[in-house]
C-alpha cells in the first residue's frame, strides 16, 4: 500500500501564495510520477500538476501555468505544490496522487491515471 499525506493548506489573501507539501510512504518512490489535483464544492476534480520520477519533467494546465510550480525531494520522499499569485477561484482541496503509469499528454488530467491519494487540504484564498 500507498499512503499520502498533504500539508500547507490554509487560509491566504488573493496575491498571495502558499507552499503545500505531500510525503509519501509504503512503497518505492523513485519511479513514479506524482500529480496535485483540486476540488471545489459541487465541481469535479481538476489536475493542477504533474511531475516525472526524476523532477526532469512537469506539466501544468493553463489555468495555473506560471503561478504553480510542482517540485519533489525523492530522498525525501516529498513533492511540493508552489502557489503565487492565488486567487479566489483557487479556492478548493488540495489533493497529491501517485500514478505508475507514466502519464502523458492529456493523460496528466485524469484521475484514473492515479492510483493512490492523499486525504487533502484545504486551501481558501479570499479577495
Known amino acids: 500500500q500507498v499512503q499520502l499525506v498533504e500539508s500547507g493548506g490554509g487560509l491566504v489573501q488573493a496575491g498571495g501564495s502558499l507552499r503545500l507539501s505531500c510525503i509519501v510512504s509504503?512503497?518505492?518512490?523513485?519511479?513514479?510520477?506524482m500529480g496535485w489535483f483540486r476540488q471545489a464544492p459541487g465541481k469535479e476534480r481538476e489536475f493542477v500538476a504533474g511531475i516525472r520520477w526524476n523532477g526532469g519533467t512537469t506539466y501544468y494546465p493553463n489555468s495555473v501555468k506560471g503561478r504553480f510550480t510542482i517540485s519533489r525531494d525523492n530522498t525525501k520522499n516529498m513533492v511540493y505544490l508552489q502557489m503565487n499569485s492565488l486567487k479566489p477561484d483557487d479556492t478548493a482541496a488540495y489533493y497529491c496522487?501517485?500514478?505508475?503509469?507514466?502519464?502523458?499528454?492529456?493523460?496528466?488530467?485524469?484521475?484514473?491515471?492515479?492510483?493512490?491519494w492523499g486525504q487533502g487540504t484545504q486551501v481558501t484564498v479570499s479577495s
Open positions: 496522487a501517485v500514478s505508475d503509469k507514466r502519464p502523458y499528454g492529456s493523460r496528466w488530467y485524469h484521475a484514473t491515471e492515479y492510483a493512490y
Open positions: 509504503g512503497r518505492t518512490f523513485d519511479h513514479y510520477s
